[in-house]
């Protein structure tokens, strides 16, 4: 469910037009208030491609700590 939706489904929800009575209502309705509750405190939702982009830079960032501290400790270390 995407969070375009899950704002929807709350809206329509609250307003009365969705009849709770009926089977499978409530599941829909928890589920939509958990995936907006998680946009809220994350940010987004996990299916988001920008999530994947990010955690991709952070490796890459970390990646790229560890090659430099690795390439100014070798020279030391080999000079021992």
């Keep these: ?3 375009s939706e899950a704002k929807r489904i709350e809206a329509h929800f609250a ?3 969705l009849d709770p009575d009926l089977p499978g209502t409530r599941e829909i309705v928890n589920e ?3 995936v907006h509750v998680n946009a ?3 940010g ?3 299916a988001e491609p920008h999530r994947r982009r990010v955690r991709g830079g952070i490796a ?3 990646g790229m700590v560890v090659a430099t501290v690795g390439g ?3 020279p030391f270390l080999a000079s021992r």
Excluded: Y
């Design 1 to 3: 469910m995407t969070l």
């Design 15 to 17: 307003n009365g037009t």
């Design 32 to 34: 939509a208030h958990r």
């Design 40 to 42: 809220m405190l994350w």
């Design 44 to 46: 987004s939702t996990r």
């Design 60 to 62: 890459l960032g970390i």
């Design 72 to 74: 100014f400790c070798v």
